[in-house]
């Protein structure tokens, strides 16, 4: 099975620009780990949750004094300033892609070796779908043991 067979090919993105206020609210209305960056359907990013929290976690330099002189609490107050900015201060520029014509598993496999659960599927640097762990286990599913 390929790549486009499972797809999602009507995508949600964000371009440079957008406010990470709005990036956060598509990622919890639509319980997303992650957004393509696109400006007319060219790829030119992605922005993850973690590149949206990681803002908020302490850094080794925090750690001098201990572990137990960290503020954890106003960590999390640091959240209102992190979601003013724009997803270019996060989002990340080197993208790695699956092509449609590509095998699903070994879209699966590149997504376990980066730990990803959702992957952009682009021709040369166009986007034209989204791929997710949860995609292929459905097809997996279907193509097994729905028809049993």
């Known amino acids: 099975m ?4 499972i797809m999602r090919s009507n995508v949600r993105s964000v371009t440079p620009d957008t406010p990470l206020l709005e990036v956060s609210s598509l990622m919890c209305l639509y319980r997303l780990s992650g957004l393509p960056v696109a400006k007319d359907g060219k790829l030119l990013g ?15 330099s925090d750690f001098r004094d201990g572990m ?3 503020d954890y609490a106003a960590m999390e107050g ?6 003013h900015l724009k997803t270019a201060d996060l989002m990340a520029t080197r993208v790695i892609t699956v092509r449609p ?4 598993i070994q879209a699966a496999a590149i997504m376990v ?3 990803f659960r ?3 599927v682009a021709i040369d640097d166009q986007l034209v779908g989204m791929v997710s762990m ?5 097809a997996l599913f279907h193509a097994n043991l729905a028809q049993r």
């Open 118 to 120: 959702r992957i952009p």
């Open 46 to 60: 992605f922005i993850a949750e973690k590149d949206v929290l990681g803002r908020l976690l302490p850094t080794l």
């Open 78 to 83: 640091q959240y209102r300033d992190v979601i």
């Open 134 to 138: 949860g995609d292929v286990h459905k």
């Open 101 to 104: 014509d590509m095998q699903m």
């Open 68 to 70: 137990h002189s960290v």
């Open 113 to 115: 070796r980066h730990n």
């Open 2 to 5: 390929l790549v486009q067979d």
